[in-house]
């Protein structure tokens, strides 16, 4: 059975930094890309960055403007959000996910596991 689970959330101010982790457990991963969602109150989720098993990782530049930076742990399937210079619009419930093969996608629809979320607020 896969499971995803992610830490590292909480309660910061604005300016602070959180590093979020997700271990993926159930199968090897060694061949899928795993990534991060997050959905807000009230809206859609959606792409955050994600990290392919070939080494390329992509980070949504339009929501989070070099503020974040994915890395990924692949023998030990772990993924990580480092997230700085919080705003209060990246208050959200940060989803853990994963797909299979190597192809960085931002379709909520496209990746197979999620995880239960994490939630993040920051404070003005």
């Known amino acids: 059975q896969v499971q995803l689970e992610e830490s590292g959330g909480g309660l910061v101010q604005a300016g602070g930094s959180l590093t979020l982790s997700c271990v993926a457990s159930?199968?090897?991963?060694?061949?899928?890309?795993m990534g991060w969602f997050r959905q807000a109150p009230g809206k859609e989720r959606e792409f955050v960055a994600a990290?392919?098993?070939?080494?390329?990782?992509?980070i949504d530049a339009a929501s989070v403007d070099g503020r974040f930076t994915i890395s990924r742990d692949i023998p030990n399937d772990t993924v990580y959000l480092q997230m700085d210079s919080l705003k209060p619009e990246d208050t959200a419930v940060y989803y853990c996910t994963v797909r299979r093969g190597a192809v960085i996608t931002r379709g909520v629809h496209e990746y197979n596991y999620w995880g239960q979320g994490t939630q993040v607020t920051v404070s003005a």
């Open positions: 159930g199968r090897p991963f060694n061949s899928y890309t």
């Open positions: 990290s392919s098993w070939i080494g390329s990782s992509t």
